[in-house]
Every structure is written in C-alpha cells, then in structure tokens.
C-alpha cells in the first residue's frame, strides 16, 4: 500500500531555531494535512492544503507557521522560531478527496530545548 | 463546532476479553467517522472508517457501527489480544477538510 513518508524522524533544535519538516503524500492525493500531537495530549490540527493554497488551518497555527509544496512531490512545515511548546510529534496526511479518510506519516518528533 | 469524545482510557483487559471503546460526536453535516490505532512508537493508521448512517466499518476483527441517532460510534471486538495493545483514536472528518480527533483511549491487554 503506498505510504506517506516523513522525514526527519527526529528533530532537536535549540529555541528560536527555524526547522522544516518535510512530507511526501501519497502521489495521486489532492489534500495535504499537517496534524500535531503534544506528548499524552490529543491530536490536534494544525492546517490543510489544497491546489496550492491553505484551504483551513487552526488558532495554533500562527504566523510563526508556514507550509509549502516547493516542487511536485513534497509538502513541508516551517516553523521559523521554535518555542519550548512546540516539542510534540507532528503527523503530516494526505487524502485523495476532503471527506476520504487521511493516510498518516509516521511522525517526525520535535524536540525543542 | 464539531467536536468528538471517547471514553476516557485507560483500558486494561485480560486476553480475549471484549472490547468496548464508547465514541460520540457532535458535527453539522454528516461527517465520516474513522477509528486510528498508535502502536507504541508508531504513527496513526487507519483502524475502520464508515461514511453514512448505518454503515459498519470493520477491519481486523474490530467493528463500528455508525449510528446517527445516538451521535455514535462505538468501536468493539470480541477477543482482544495482546497485540491489540495500543491507543484508539475516534475521529470525524466534514466536507471542511480537516479531521477532528478524540484525547484517545489507551488499550493494554495482558495474557
């Protein structure tokens, strides 16, 4: 079964450092996801991402957040200057349509110290 | 706006013991309704998905019924194994795009 892959799986920065996080969906999918989970707390939504623009996103995700499909195949997040609560494990997802089940990444791992 | 609870966790059952995870949902529209399952270390995969009233999703023993008339969907096994052990996710996703999850409900099962 295709996947959506997640790169990296782990990720420590130091406060205020920007990280990106990259994804690549599953190639014939049209909406792209990026979801956040803070450690024993529940997944939340951070933004989704259709035809090249964000078609919804959350109170979380600020101005400290961006997303981009820089070419044809992935899809990152950008965090420009890290806070301590950003540490969580961040899931991108992708579907083929937005009412279809989301396929996960398995999760790259934000620590920020 | 929408919103879904799950029982809250966690779950400890012996072998083979039956499973109930209770999930409700609140949404305008009729969302899809998923259930995700987290292995240890592990990412979210989908469990069972249904996407109209009535509809049962069932996938590696595990079933869930969507019932409109009570906002619910329960997810339930008859013979849970250790393997099982994991945290189970609830969620629903609307025409909106963006998937709303339960806090998840933590399953150990011990032989």
């Known amino acids: 079964e295709p996947e959506v892959t997640q790169t990296p799986s782990h990720q420590v920065t130091q406060m205020g450092q920007e990280v990106i996080l990259r994804c690549v969906p599953i190639s014939n999918h049209l909406y792209f996801y990026w979801y956040r989970q803070i450690l024993g707390q529940k997944v939340e939504f951070l933004v989704s991402?259709?035809?090249?623009?964000?078609?919804?996103k959350s109170e979380i995700f600020d101005d400290q957040f961006s997303v981009e499909r820089p070419d044809g195949s992935n899809f990152t997040l950008k965090i420009r200057s890290t806070k301590l609560e950003d540490s969580a494990m961040y899931f991108c997802a992708s579907s083929v349509n937005s009412d279809e089940k989301l396929f996960f990444g398995s999760g790259t791992q934000l620590s920020v110290l | 706006g929408n919103s879904v609870t799950q029982m809250e966790g966690p779950v400890t059952l012996s072998e083979e013991a039956f499973l109930t995870i209770n999930c409700t949902y609140t949404a305008t529209g009729y969302p899809s309704l998923f259930w995700y399952v987290q292995y240890p270390g592990e990412g979210l995969q989908l469990l069972l998905k249904?996407?109209?009233?009535?509809d049962k999703g069932s996938n590696k023993g595990f079933e869930a019924t969507y019932r409109k008339e009570t906002t619910s969907f329960h997810l339930e096994k008859g013979s849970v194994q250790v393997s099982d052990s994991a945290v189970y996710f609830c969620?629903?996703?609307?025409?909106?795009?963006?998937?709303?999850f339960g806090d998840g409900t933590t399953l150990t099962v011990k032989p």
């Open positions: 249904a996407t109209k009233a009535d």
């Open positions: 991402f259709y035809n090249n623009e964000i078609s919804e």
């Open positions: 969620a629903s996703n609307t025409n909106a795009g963006k998937s709303t």
